[in-house]
Every structure is written in C-alpha cells, then in structure tokens.
C-alpha cells in the first residue's frame, strides 16, 4: 500500500521530515551528477554545458537558486490560497517533484545521450537527412527514452499538483493549474538570469 | 451495535429521530428530533473526532498514528470544521 501511495502520492503519507532528507539527498545527487556530466542548471527543468567547466560548489549554488524561487512563489501563492500553508510543506514538493527529472538526468547519462546527439547533429551537417548512417535500433531506443521522458515530465507536474494541493488544501482545479503555470512560467523566466 | 443511518437511503435527505424507547419500563416518547451535529458526521469522522481528543489535539501525533503526514491530518480536520459549520448552519 505505502509503495502504490510512494508513486501516487508521497505527500499524504509521509511525514515532513522523511520528505525533507529524501529532497535533499536528492537534491545534492543530483546538483554532483549535473557536476560531473559538465553541465549547469539553467532552469528547473533545463542543463545546458559552459564553455569553462563548472565547480560542484557552482553547481549547488544554482540549483539552491532553483530550489529558492519556486519555493518563494509557491509559497506566496500558497498562502493567498490558504493561511495555513507551511513552508516546509512547500519546500518538499519543490524538492521532490523534480525527482523523475533527476531519473532523466541519470538515464541520459545511463544511454550515453550527448553522443548519440552529436551523431545526429554530425550526420545532419554531412547532408545525411534521412539518418541512414545511425544505427536503427539506437533510433528505436532513442525514440522510447523519448517517450518515456515526456511520461516523467508529465509525472513531475503531477507531483508538483499532488504536494501543492496537500500543502494548501485546495480542491479547486483552475488553482492547482495556477500553481503549474507559475512554476512553468518562472522556469521560463529563469532562463534569463542563469 | 448496528450503524445509526444519518441520510435518506431513498432521497438521501438528512434523517431525524422519531421514537425513543426506555429500555427498562419499555417506555416510548415519540416526536421529530435532529440528530445531534457529532452524529451527523460520517463514521470515519466520528473515529477522527474521537483520536483528536484522544491524542489531546495534538495532529502531528495523530498524523503518527495514522500513518499520515501532518498536512494531510490538518487539511482533515479544516474540512471536518467546513463541514460541523455548514451543518450548524443548516440546523
């Protein structure tokens, strides 16, 4: 029962704490393997690779950004909603949501995806626009990990609705397609300023 | 001890209690009365009610117990409030 409701919906049952040291266990692994691959945040749901290589203690300075400015506005949209929200009930949603991000990050790394890119993009620029020369079963891979991220993508805003909607006691559809849309608009804002 | 039903299984209406009946000289007193607000609650709320004197108000306790996490206990008991309110309003 408590792994169905670890998927569906980990803010109901368990305790602050727990989802405190999850996120930010997840939150360091994740800043060290952003580090490691030579990328920098950019958004919440953006990496991009500078030119000059970035120090972990960077990295975590940016993504602890990342980690701040939703939380602000969540939680001032939050408390509008509802006075009684907490900004520890807050804080974990945006720590745990991007967690199927996290498993992108990981699995892209897992698959090698930055290669495979670099294949397409060589391929494309050599007036290969069919593909013929990429391998058809790394292709179909590919076009799965695709598929599957834009699964997790969704399941992250299903999350994001899930800790908000506990955390502020709404039941109201156009609030919880509030909070999505100002977590999607300043990771769109965002991008300016990283 | 059978469940006492609080609406209408036809039209789903609140019901009220008509006959009481003394156990020991077997006498009946008959008349309309509302059900007071406590036993209009659902089961489940009733027990909830019950924990929240139970662990002396304290939700993180109870959220304990539950197996629930604090803000989940809390929203509970906010539309268990909602609700007594709306159902005091209506008596």
Redesign the interface.
């Known amino acids: 029962m408590k792994i169905k409701h670890l998927f569906l919906n980990p803010?109901?049952?368990?305790?602050?704490r727990t989802?405190f040291l999850v996120g930010i266990i997840g939150f360091l692994l994740s800043s060290y393997l952003v580090y490691l691959s030579g990328q920098q945040f950019n958004g919440f749901m953006h990496f991009y690779k500078p030119e000059v290589t970035v120090s972990f203690i960077a990295v975590l300075k940016v993504h602890a950004y990342m980690v701040l400015a939703p939380l602000i506005l969540l939680y001032i949209a939050g408390g509008i909603a509802n006075n009684?929200t907490?900004i520890i009930?807050v804080l974990n949603v945006i720590l745990i949501a991007p967690f199927p991000l996290y498993l992108v990050l990981f699995l892209s790394r897992l698959i090698n995806q930055d290669k495979f890119t670099s294949e397409i993009d060589q391929a494309l620029k050599n007036g290969d626009h069919t593909l013929s020369s990429i391998d058809k079963g790394q292709m179909v891979l590919f076009g799965l990990f695709g598929i599957f991220v834009l699964f997790l993508l969704f399941y992250q805003f299903y999350l994001l609705v899930k800790g908000m909607n506990?955390?502020v006691?709404n039941k109201k559809i156009w609030v919880s397609i509030l909070f999505v849309a100002l977590y999607f608009m300043l990771d769109l804002g965002i991008q300016f300023y990283f | 001890m059978k469940k006492i039903p609080v609406n209408c299984p036809c039209c789903d209406a609140k019901l009220k209690v008509s006959k009481l009946v003394c156990d020991s000289c077997d006498t009946e007193v008959v008349g309309k009365f509302t059900l007071p607000l406590l036993m209009q609650l659902t089961i489940e709320e009733q027990e909830f009610v019950l924990n929240f004197l139970k662990y002396s108000g304290s939700l993180k306790e109870m959220a304990n117990q539950m197996g629930k996490s604090y803000p989940t206990v809390r929203n509970i008991l906010d539309d268990l409030i909602h609700k007594l309110n709306s159902l005091a309003d209506e008596n």
Request: aromatic share 16%; proline share 0%.
């Open positions: 803010f109901a049952d368990f305790s602050e989802l009684k907490r009930d506990i955390a006691n």
